[in-house]
């Protein structure tokens, strides 16, 4: 089947015997032809179909005699090329270019491709086409404005037997101003079983279209995470950089990298680990903004600081190591460990504030538990000099001191039994005493009220 030919190239006229500017045509409807314009030089708008006719060929190499009608195209930055009503004068000499008299203007010289014979085309009769248009689901839309896209349209033309195979907008909307949609469909003028055919066809190349987008879509995010993994790996997009030595390693990660993972979070940054093994230095790599990523690369940086201390000091954090523990965990140390002279504190320079500020407040209790202790020493001695002034218990049969202690216990238990056992035997000699008193006195009363000679 031979393929009708394209409409895809199209004149317009803004008024009748006007010049006929070039232009694009992007869909037909009823009336109304909607074009656009190469680069963009005017934006794309609404057109009558009595202003659009299909674009004439040029007259390169015809030879015309003098006052023969013919039209001359002519471009300037400002509008698009037009096609406008002249008159041939006289060819020059080389043949290249002829002048010529165009209506409005004057008499000009043009190259002979810029001249050809008034053209025979009739607007557009929209009564002639079917119009389809086949919606483009969102992900696609994008291609549309691809040169593939083009590509792909004008062999389903060629196949189907097309007038026009175009991107183009569903439902166009405009009037005589401009018109700016998005492309959302692909629209398709030709006769009913050409649009038939070619709508088939597009749903099939957009399913496979969508497949491939799909598939550049994952391709070029994999890519790019590539790419960033590459250049994290090098060091090169890190917004800072610090250098450790292999050994402090562990400590500036902490146990389980709960430092790395905290300053991540608290500075939304990204902190990778590079070096090798047996390498004596390693490099921490901060990923993020630089204001961010400075900052963690300070806080994660471990400074090591002597805090010396007295003697009685010294001392006192030996006997209760707890105290340590607690001002290491509050100011977020690294590590502080005692030393002969003092303490070695290990830690970021915040940190470290922290933690002098911690031991300074601590250190001021240190003359009250040391009063404390001298006053418990002093209550103990007072005990122990206490006990040393009581007679000790002997037993004469035995001069075991543990069997003297033990029979001193038993005495005391047999003693408080027997008190017990006589305080019991009072209450109850009272108790006995007070029922027979309140029992005589009732039987006095009872005789009191029996009568005389009664039994």
């Not at 430092?259 to 902190?271: G, N, S, T």
């Amino acid at each position: 089947m031979v393929a009708p030919r394209s409409l895809a190239l199209v004149e317009v006229a803004k008024r009748e015997g006007g010049p006929w500017y070039e232009a694009i045509l992007r869909d037909l409807q009823l009336d109304k032809a909607w074009v656009a314009f190469d680069k963009g030089v005017w934006p794309s708008r609404e057109v009558p179909c009595s202003h659009v006719r299909p674009r004439a060929k040029s007259a390169a190499g015809t030879s015309f005699v003098e006052n023969a009608e013919v039209e001359v195209r002519l471009a300037t930055s400002e509008c698009p090329a037009c096609w406008c009503q002249a008159w041939m004068v006289a060819h020059e000499e080389s043949g290249e270019v002829a002048r010529c008299y165009v209506s409005g203007q004057g008499e000009v010289t043009v190259p002979i491709e810029a001249i050809r014979a008034k053209s025979q085309e009739m607007s557009l009769n929209p009564l002639a086409f079917t119009r389809v248009a086949v919606e483009v689901e969102p992900a696609l839309r994008k291609w549309l404005s691809l040169s593939d896209c083009r590509g792909c349209l004008e062999q389903i033309r060629s196949l189907s037997a097309l007038h026009l195979a175009t991107p183009g907008v569903q439902s166009p909307s405009g009037g005589n101003g401009v018109v700016v949609q998005e492309l959302d469909s692909i629209i398709l003028l030709g006769s009913e079983e050409a649009t038939q055919k070619a709508q088939m066809v597009v749903k099939i190349h957009l399913q496979h279209q969508a497949e491939v987008e799909a598939f550049h879509r994952r391709r070029n995010k994999k890519l790019a995470l590539l790419k960033e993994l590459e250049a994290k790996s090098s060091g090169e997009a890190a917004a800072a950089v610090l250098e450790v030595a292999s050994g402090l390693v562990g400590r500036t990660c902490g146990r389980g990298g709960e430092r790395v993972q905290r300053l991540e979070k608290e500075f939304a940054v990204e902190i990778r680990l590079a070096g090798d093994d047996d390498a004596p230095w390693k490099t921490f790599l901060i990923y993020g903004a630089e204001e961010d990523a400075a900052a963690a690369r300070e806080a994660l940086e471990l400074k090591s600081v002597e805090y010396p201390l007295s003697e009685s000091s010294l001392a006192w954090f030996r006997k209760d190591n707890r105290i340590l523990l607690d001002i290491a965990k509050k100011a977020q140390l690294a590590a502080a460990t005692l030393q002969d002279g003092g303490l070695e504190l290990l830690g970021s320079s915040s940190a470290l504030e922290d933690a002098k500020l911690l031991l300074e407040n601590h250190l001021e209790y240190l003359p009250v538990y040391e009063e404390m202790d001298r006053q418990q020493e002093e209550i103990q001695k007072s005990f122990e000099a206490l006990e040393r002034s009581k007679p000790k218990w002997s037993n004469p049969s035995s001069g075991d001191p543990q069997r003297c202690s033990r029979d001193r216990e038993r005495h005391e238990r047999h003693v408080m039994a027997e008190k017990s056992e006589r305080r019991r035997r009072g209450d109850l000699h009272k108790s006995e005493r007070s029922v027979g008193r309140f029992g005589g006195m009732a039987g006095r009363d009872e005789g009191r009220k029996c009568p005389v000679g009664g039994g």
